[in-house]
């Protein structure tokens, strides 16, 4: 699903105008209309300036407009854009947290995708990550290894690296915090 039906999908199931939305996410209406219809206003300000080109229109007085606004309306854009990849990411979170409230209880088998010392990162084939927190992992006392991104058990050795192939349990998945959560199995 593409991140305009998507944002469709949850103004819908909100009942939130495109305004409203915006608000939500701290962006323009303009951002959340190109967002839906896939377009990015730096590419509708460059089309309308080939446009005027094309049509005779650039004149020295349209450039002279454009050479004034165009590092104001570059910067401002920049800004909106990495607003608009956060909340898309943050959309996608959600999705998949939602989604995985279904799945709570069952087991598959996933990569390990980050090592912290808070926990192991697993990221099962339908690309949905997930935390197996440290204080979860109560088989032993785990230890972070940072030079070697690597879980290592006190007391069984047990150790946990990135790419290792894992089976985990799904334990939680919280839509408002969008987070997913698993255990070993």
């Given amino acids: 699903m593409s991140i305009g039906n998507q944002i469709s999908a949850i103004r819908n199931e909100q009942q939130l105008t495109q305004e409203q939305f915006g608000e939500l996410f701290h962006v323009t209406r303009q951002t959340v209309s190109n967002w839906e219809n896939e377009k990015s206003y730096p590419?509708?300000?460059?089309?309308?300036?080939?446009k005027e080109n094309l049509r005779g229109r650039l004149t020295g007085e349209r450039m002279?407009?454009?050479r004034k606004i165009l590092?104001?309306?570059a910067s401002q854009c920049s800004q909106r854009e990495r607003t608009a990849e956060e909340s898309e990411r943050e959309v996608v979170k959600l999705k998949k947290a939602e989604y995985m409230q279904a799945h709570i209880g069952e087991e598959y088998e996933g990569v390990i995708s980050g090592v912290t010392?808070?926990?192991?990162?697993?990221?099962?084939?339908?690309?949905?990550e997930g935390l197996i927190h440290?204080?979860?992992?109560?088989?032993?006392?785990?230890?972070?290894?940072?030079?070697?991104?690597?879980?290592?058990?006190e007391?069984?050795?047990n150790?946990?690296?990135?790419?290792?192939k894992v089976q985990v349990r799904v334990t939680?998945?919280?839509r408002l915090q969008r987070t997913v959560n698993f255990e070993f199995v």
């Fill in 43 to 50: 590419d509708l300000q460059i089309h309308r300036i080939i």
């Fill in 64 to 66: 002279e407009h454009y």
């Fill in 71 to 73: 590092t104001e309306v």
């Fill in 117 to 128: 010392k808070w926990g192991v990162y697993v990221e099962l084939p339908n690309t949905i």
């Fill in 134 to 153: 440290v204080a979860d992992m109560r088989d032993d006392h785990y230890n972070f290894i940072e030079e070697t991104y690597e879980m290592v058990g």
């Fill in 155 to 157: 007391h069984t050795g």
């Fill in 159 to 164: 150790t946990w690296k990135l790419g290792q």
């Fill in 172 to 174: 939680d998945a919280d």
